[in-house]
Protein backbone atom coordinates (compact mmCIF):
# COMPACT_ATOMS: atom_id res chain seq x y z
CA UNK A 1 0.00 0.00 0.00
CA UNK A 2 1.45 3.36 -1.30
CA UNK A 3 0.37 6.62 0.74
CA UNK A 4 0.73 10.26 -0.38
CA UNK A 5 1.04 11.82 3.04
CA UNK A 6 0.65 15.84 2.56
CA UNK A 7 1.83 17.79 6.25
CA UNK A 8 4.26 15.09 6.95
CA UNK A 9 6.41 17.06 9.39
CA UNK A 10 3.30 18.57 11.33
CA UNK A 11 2.04 17.51 14.95
CA UNK A 12 -0.62 14.61 13.16
CA UNK A 13 1.63 14.34 9.75
CA UNK A 14 4.36 13.21 11.61
CA UNK A 15 2.28 10.89 13.85
CA UNK A 16 0.90 9.06 10.56
CA UNK A 17 3.65 9.04 8.96
CA UNK A 18 6.02 6.94 11.63
CA UNK A 19 2.49 4.56 12.37
CA UNK A 20 2.03 4.24 8.33
CA UNK A 21 5.96 3.03 8.29
CA UNK A 22 5.16 0.99 11.24
CA UNK A 23 2.80 -1.00 9.31
CA UNK A 24 5.14 -0.96 6.46
CA UNK A 25 3.20 1.42 3.96
CA UNK A 26 5.28 3.01 1.26
CA UNK A 27 5.08 6.35 2.34
CA UNK A 28 5.23 9.74 -0.17
CA UNK A 29 5.76 12.46 2.06
CA UNK A 30 5.58 15.86 1.08
CA UNK A 31 6.50 19.26 3.41
CA UNK A 32 7.09 22.52 2.97
CA UNK A 33 10.82 23.50 2.10
CA UNK A 34 11.44 25.51 5.03
CA UNK A 35 9.70 22.96 7.64
CA UNK A 36 11.32 21.93 10.47
CA UNK A 37 11.63 18.02 10.68
CA UNK A 38 12.49 17.27 13.80
CA UNK A 39 9.62 15.06 14.78
CA UNK A 40 10.74 12.90 11.78
CA UNK A 41 14.62 12.52 12.24
CA UNK A 42 14.51 9.09 12.20
CA UNK A 43 12.14 8.67 9.57
CA UNK A 44 13.70 10.92 6.52
CA UNK A 45 15.70 7.90 5.23
CA UNK A 46 12.46 6.19 5.25
CA UNK A 47 10.07 7.57 3.44
CA UNK A 48 10.60 9.29 -0.01
CA UNK A 49 10.20 13.50 1.11
CA UNK A 50 9.28 16.16 -1.33
CA UNK A 51 9.23 19.62 -1.14
CA UNK A 52 5.59 20.86 -1.71
CA UNK A 53 6.72 24.74 -2.97
CA UNK A 54 8.98 23.08 -5.24
CA UNK A 55 7.65 19.95 -7.02
CA UNK A 56 4.73 19.89 -9.56
CA UNK A 57 2.33 17.96 -7.70
CA UNK A 58 1.09 15.98 -10.85
CA UNK A 59 4.45 14.86 -11.43
CA UNK A 60 4.28 13.04 -8.28
CA UNK A 61 1.32 10.81 -9.40
CA UNK A 62 2.95 10.34 -12.68
CA UNK A 63 6.09 8.79 -11.10
CA UNK A 64 4.96 6.80 -8.75
CA UNK A 65 1.88 4.30 -8.18
CA UNK A 66 -0.01 5.74 -5.06
CA UNK A 67 -3.32 3.77 -3.11
CA UNK A 68 -4.44 6.60 -0.96
CA UNK A 69 -4.12 10.54 -0.26
CA UNK A 70 -3.91 11.71 3.36
CA UNK A 71 -4.00 15.34 3.48
CA UNK A 72 -3.24 16.73 7.06
CA UNK A 73 -1.88 19.86 5.68
CA UNK A 74 -3.75 22.73 7.58
CA UNK A 75 -2.78 26.71 7.90
CA UNK A 76 -4.65 27.90 11.39
CA UNK A 77 -4.44 31.47 10.03
CA UNK A 78 -1.97 32.69 13.27
CA UNK A 79 -0.71 36.05 13.58
CA UNK A 80 -3.10 38.22 11.07
CA UNK A 81 -2.28 35.85 8.32
CA UNK A 82 -3.20 37.07 5.02
CA UNK A 83 -7.08 35.34 3.88
CA UNK A 84 -5.76 34.53 0.29
CA UNK A 85 -2.70 32.73 2.33
CA UNK A 86 -4.78 30.74 4.40
CA UNK A 87 -7.18 29.69 1.57
CA UNK A 88 -4.11 28.91 -0.72
CA UNK A 89 -3.15 26.39 1.89
CA UNK A 90 -6.40 24.92 2.92
CA UNK A 91 -8.68 25.39 -0.07
CA UNK A 92 -6.47 25.46 -3.68
CA UNK A 93 -3.65 23.17 -2.17
CA UNK A 94 -6.18 20.46 -1.30
CA UNK A 95 -8.54 20.90 -4.28
CA UNK A 96 -5.64 20.31 -6.74
CA UNK A 97 -4.38 17.11 -4.68
CA UNK A 98 -7.99 16.11 -4.82
CA UNK A 99 -8.53 16.57 -8.54
CA UNK A 100 -5.46 14.62 -9.26
CA UNK A 101 -6.44 12.04 -6.86
CA UNK A 102 -9.70 11.96 -9.37
CA UNK A 103 -7.73 11.86 -12.27
CA UNK A 104 -5.34 9.01 -11.21
CA UNK A 105 -8.37 6.72 -10.09
CA UNK A 106 -7.11 6.95 -6.37
CA UNK A 107 -8.81 4.53 -3.87
CA UNK A 108 -8.99 6.41 -0.78
CA UNK A 109 -8.84 10.63 -0.54
CA UNK A 110 -8.74 11.12 2.79
CA UNK A 111 -8.95 14.54 4.00
CA UNK A 112 -8.32 16.30 7.56
CA UNK A 113 -11.30 18.82 8.75
CA UNK A 114 -12.07 20.71 11.76
CA UNK A 115 -15.84 20.78 14.07
CA UNK A 116 -15.63 24.15 14.14
CA UNK A 117 -18.53 25.98 12.54
CA UNK A 118 -17.71 26.83 8.62
CA UNK A 119 -18.31 30.71 9.22
CA UNK A 120 -16.23 31.20 12.67
CA UNK A 121 -12.97 32.11 11.14
CA UNK A 122 -11.04 32.05 7.47
CA UNK A 123 -9.08 28.76 8.88
CA UNK A 124 -12.95 26.81 9.48
CA UNK A 125 -14.42 28.77 6.37
CA UNK A 126 -11.41 27.92 3.93
CA UNK A 127 -11.59 23.99 5.11
CA UNK A 128 -15.41 23.89 5.01
CA UNK A 129 -15.20 25.32 1.41
CA UNK A 130 -12.44 22.18 0.25
CA UNK A 131 -15.19 19.85 1.58
CA UNK A 132 -17.98 21.64 -0.42
CA UNK A 133 -16.11 20.45 -3.40
CA UNK A 134 -15.43 17.30 -1.86
CA UNK A 135 -19.43 16.43 -1.83
CA UNK A 136 -19.16 18.23 -5.32
CA UNK A 137 -16.88 16.00 -6.42
CA UNK A 138 -17.85 12.41 -4.86
CA UNK A 139 -19.50 10.90 -7.93
CA UNK A 140 -16.27 9.34 -9.19
CA UNK A 141 -14.52 6.30 -8.25
CA UNK A 142 -11.95 7.61 -5.68
CA UNK A 143 -13.53 7.74 -2.08
CA UNK A 144 -13.51 10.29 0.18
CA UNK A 145 -14.03 10.77 3.64
CA UNK A 146 -13.36 13.82 5.81
CA UNK A 147 -13.06 14.19 9.34
CA UNK A 148 -13.74 16.44 11.60
CA UNK A 149 -11.06 16.18 14.32
CA UNK A 150 -11.75 17.95 17.76
CA UNK A 151 -9.47 19.34 20.09
CA UNK A 152 -6.17 17.07 19.52
CA UNK A 153 -2.99 17.80 21.90
CA UNK A 154 0.57 15.57 22.68
CA UNK A 155 3.96 15.56 23.20
CA UNK A 156 5.78 17.57 20.03
CA UNK A 157 2.67 19.67 19.41
CA UNK A 158 3.34 23.17 18.19
CA UNK A 159 3.76 25.99 20.61
CA UNK A 160 1.88 28.10 18.99
CA UNK A 161 -1.07 25.70 20.08
CA UNK A 162 -3.27 26.65 23.02
CA UNK A 163 -2.34 23.32 24.87
CA UNK A 164 1.57 23.21 24.06
CA UNK A 165 1.53 26.86 24.93
CA UNK A 166 -0.23 26.97 28.27
CA UNK A 167 2.11 24.50 29.29
CA UNK A 168 5.32 26.38 27.95
CA UNK A 169 4.12 29.29 29.56
CA UNK A 170 3.97 27.36 33.05
CA UNK A 171 7.17 26.24 32.45
CA UNK A 172 8.39 29.57 32.37
CA UNK A 173 7.10 30.47 35.15
CA UNK A 174 5.16 33.49 34.50
CA UNK A 175 3.72 35.57 36.83
CA UNK A 176 0.09 35.36 35.27
CA UNK A 177 -1.70 33.72 32.24
CA UNK A 178 -4.85 35.52 31.33
CA UNK A 179 -7.38 33.41 30.41
CA UNK A 180 -11.19 33.38 29.31
CA UNK A 181 -13.49 32.47 32.36
CA UNK A 182 -12.69 28.51 30.69
CA UNK A 183 -16.50 27.22 31.32
CA UNK A 184 -16.38 26.61 27.87
CA UNK A 185 -16.51 22.88 26.99
CA UNK A 186 -13.62 21.15 24.45
CA UNK A 187 -13.51 17.54 23.08
CA UNK A 188 -9.55 16.61 24.18
CA UNK A 189 -8.10 13.66 22.52
CA UNK A 190 -4.74 12.57 22.28
CA UNK A 191 -2.73 12.18 19.56
CA UNK A 192 -2.24 8.12 19.55
CA UNK A 193 -6.06 7.86 19.36
CA UNK A 194 -6.09 9.97 16.79
CA UNK A 195 -3.66 8.28 14.80
CA UNK A 196 -5.72 5.01 15.41
CA UNK A 197 -8.96 6.25 14.12
CA UNK A 198 -7.27 7.14 11.12
CA UNK A 199 -6.08 3.55 10.51
CA UNK A 200 -9.37 2.10 11.44
CA UNK A 201 -11.39 4.62 8.39
CA UNK A 202 -8.16 3.12 6.04
CA UNK A 203 -8.72 -0.59 6.79
CA UNK A 204 -12.62 -0.24 6.21
CA UNK A 205 -12.70 2.51 3.41
CA UNK A 206 -13.78 0.23 1.47
CA UNK A 207 -17.47 -0.22 2.67
CA UNK A 208 -18.49 3.86 2.91
CA UNK A 209 -19.99 5.44 0.29
CA UNK A 210 -18.63 7.48 -2.11
CA UNK A 211 -18.49 10.42 0.32
CA UNK A 212 -17.82 9.93 4.14
CA UNK A 213 -17.83 11.94 7.19
CA UNK A 214 -16.40 10.82 10.69
CA UNK A 215 -16.18 13.10 13.61
CA UNK A 216 -13.38 12.47 15.93
CA UNK A 217 -12.88 12.96 19.70
CA UNK A 218 -13.21 11.39 23.08
CA UNK A 219 -16.91 11.52 22.57
CA UNK A 220 -16.91 13.84 26.00
CA UNK A 221 -16.32 17.43 26.97
CA UNK A 222 -14.75 18.96 29.95
CA UNK A 223 -14.39 22.70 30.82
CA UNK A 224 -11.15 24.52 29.98
CA UNK A 225 -10.71 25.46 33.07
CA UNK A 226 -10.65 22.22 34.29
CA UNK A 227 -8.78 20.78 31.62
CA UNK A 228 -6.01 23.27 32.42
CA UNK A 229 -6.36 22.79 36.41
CA UNK A 230 -5.23 18.76 35.76
CA UNK A 231 -2.39 19.90 33.84
CA UNK A 232 -1.27 22.45 36.21
CA UNK A 233 -1.62 19.87 38.91
CA UNK A 234 0.45 17.03 36.92
CA UNK A 235 2.78 19.74 35.92
CA UNK A 236 3.34 21.06 39.75
CA UNK A 237 4.92 17.64 41.08
CA UNK A 238 8.05 18.35 39.11
CA UNK A 239 8.32 21.42 39.15
CA UNK A 240 7.17 24.27 41.72
CA UNK A 241 4.36 26.58 39.71
CA UNK A 242 4.14 30.00 41.34
CA UNK A 243 1.74 31.44 38.16
CA UNK A 244 -1.19 32.40 38.58
CA UNK A 245 -4.60 31.34 36.35
CA UNK A 246 -6.20 34.53 35.35
CA UNK A 247 -9.67 32.59 34.36
CA UNK A 248 -11.85 35.85 33.41
CA UNK A 249 -9.44 38.49 32.47
CA UNK A 250 -9.94 37.85 28.66
CA UNK A 251 -13.67 37.66 26.71
CA UNK A 252 -14.65 35.06 24.46
CA UNK A 253 -14.62 35.48 20.68
CA UNK A 254 -17.35 36.65 18.65
CA UNK A 255 -20.09 32.99 18.26
CA UNK A 256 -17.99 31.13 20.70
CA UNK A 257 -19.62 27.70 20.96
CA UNK A 258 -19.50 26.75 24.87
CA UNK A 259 -20.11 23.02 24.06
CA UNK A 260 -17.95 21.36 21.53
CA UNK A 261 -18.30 17.16 21.82
CA UNK A 262 -17.62 15.03 18.91
CA UNK A 263 -20.23 12.35 17.96
CA UNK A 264 -17.85 9.13 17.80
CA UNK A 265 -21.10 6.83 17.28
CA UNK A 266 -19.87 5.98 13.42
CA UNK A 267 -16.61 5.34 14.40
CA UNK A 268 -17.14 2.95 17.44
CA UNK A 269 -19.53 0.70 14.62
CA UNK A 270 -16.29 0.31 13.43
CA UNK A 271 -14.77 -0.97 15.78
CA UNK A 272 -12.34 2.06 16.96
CA UNK A 273 -12.81 3.47 20.55
CA UNK A 274 -10.28 5.93 22.37
CA UNK A 275 -8.01 4.26 24.64
CA UNK A 276 -5.88 6.91 26.54
CA UNK A 277 -7.54 8.27 29.21
CA UNK A 278 -7.38 12.27 30.03
CA UNK A 279 -5.42 11.83 32.64
CA UNK A 280 -2.57 9.89 31.07
CA UNK A 281 -2.66 11.86 27.82
CA UNK A 282 -1.88 15.15 29.85
CA UNK A 283 0.85 13.03 31.77
CA UNK A 284 2.53 11.77 28.23
CA UNK A 285 2.42 15.18 27.09
CA UNK A 286 4.24 16.89 29.73
CA UNK A 287 6.81 13.59 29.73
CA UNK A 288 7.61 14.26 25.93
CA UNK A 289 7.68 17.95 26.86
CA UNK A 290 10.24 17.96 29.93
CA UNK A 291 12.54 14.87 28.53
Same mark, same amino acid.
Given at each position: ?????TG??????????????? &??????????????????? =??L??? @????????????????? +???????????????????????????????????L???? =???????? /???? &????????????????????????????????? &????? *???? +? @????????????? /??? @????????Q??????????V?????????????P??E?????????? &?V?????????????S??????????????? *? =????D????????????????????????????????
Amino acid at each position: MTVLLTGATGFLGSSLLKKFLK &ENYEVIALKRKESDCYRVT =NELDRA @TFYNADEVDLADIFKHH +TIDIVVNTVTDYGRFNKQISSIISTNLLFGLKLLELSIEN =NIKLFLNT /DTLL &ERNINPYSLSKAQLVDWMKFLSSHTTKMVNIKI &EHMYG *PQDD +T @TKFVSWFIEQLKA /DVK @TIPLTSGIQKRDFIYIDDIVDAFMTIILNYNAFPSYEEFELGSGHSI &EVKEFLSIIYTQLSISQPLNTKLDFGAIPYR *P =NEKMDMQADISKLNTLGWKPNITLENGIKNTLQGILI
